[in-house]
């Protein structure tokens, strides 16, 4: 029995998923599924709301089908999708606040995690950053936006842009340093 890969018979789904072929559409969903909601718990904190955003993305996924080019990955296309559901969701529910003290002079730095720190520690840190704060940190650091296009998606200043993140590095440094302390406190 020959086993062929989902990537090489992905077009021929996205095909088949056009035309409306729900076996098609299921495989597509169980495939990325599990991504997406990671994607959008970034966003979201509570898993519930998360997994809402996620199926209407979806929908929104199928729905807007016949437009994706194939320029790119399709991983990639839902994935944008997913970001900006959260973001809508996020801003619909004025959960957003974003911190308008404008920064004269941003300075870049890098945030480096002890690697002590496991994955649902890292997330329970982001977690607890103010939302505008958290939305710019994900889209910068995670997704790898520019202050430019973050500042367009959310309609807010690329100084605030910065400023969001500057201030969320911040936060987390003071964070984890408290980890740490405890963690020595501890041992």
């Known amino acids: ?5 989902f990537y090489e018979n992905e077009k021929g789904m996205l095909k088949k998923a056009l035309k409306g072929d729900r076996n098609a ?10 991504k997406m909601l990671s994607v959008c718990r970034q966003y979201i904190k509570d898993q519930h709301f998360a997994e809402d955003v996620m199926i209407c993305g979806f929908v929104k996924v199928f729905k807007n089908l016949h437009s ?3 320029e790119g990955s ?9 970001i900006r559901e959260s973001i809508t ?5 004025q959960f957003v606040v974003f911190d308008t003290d404008q920064m004269d002079e941003v300075v870049e730095e890098n945030l480096y995690l002890e690697s002590s720190l496991q994955a649902t520690e890292v997330q329970t840190l982001v977690d607890s950053l103010p939302e505008g704060y958290k939305m710019v940190f994900v889209l910068y650091v995670v997704e790898g936006y520019k202050h430019q296009e973050i ?6 200043s690329e100084s605030t842009s910065k400023s969001q993140l500057f201030k ?17 406190v501890r041992s």
Not at 74 to 80: D, L, M, P, Q, V
């Open 1 to 5: 029995m020959k086993i062929i890969s």
């Open 25 to 34: 559409q299921r495989l597509l969903y169980e495939k990325f599924a599990p």
């Open 68 to 70: 994706f080019r194939n």
């Open 74 to 82: 399709f991983e990639g296309w839902i994935r944008k999708i997913m």
């Open 89 to 93: 969701f996020l801003r619909k529910n």
């Open 151 to 156: 500042a367009e998606m959310l309609n807010i």
């Open 168 to 184: 969320a590095r911040n936060y987390l440094q003071q964070r984890i340093s408290r980890l740490a302390l405890a963690k020595e």
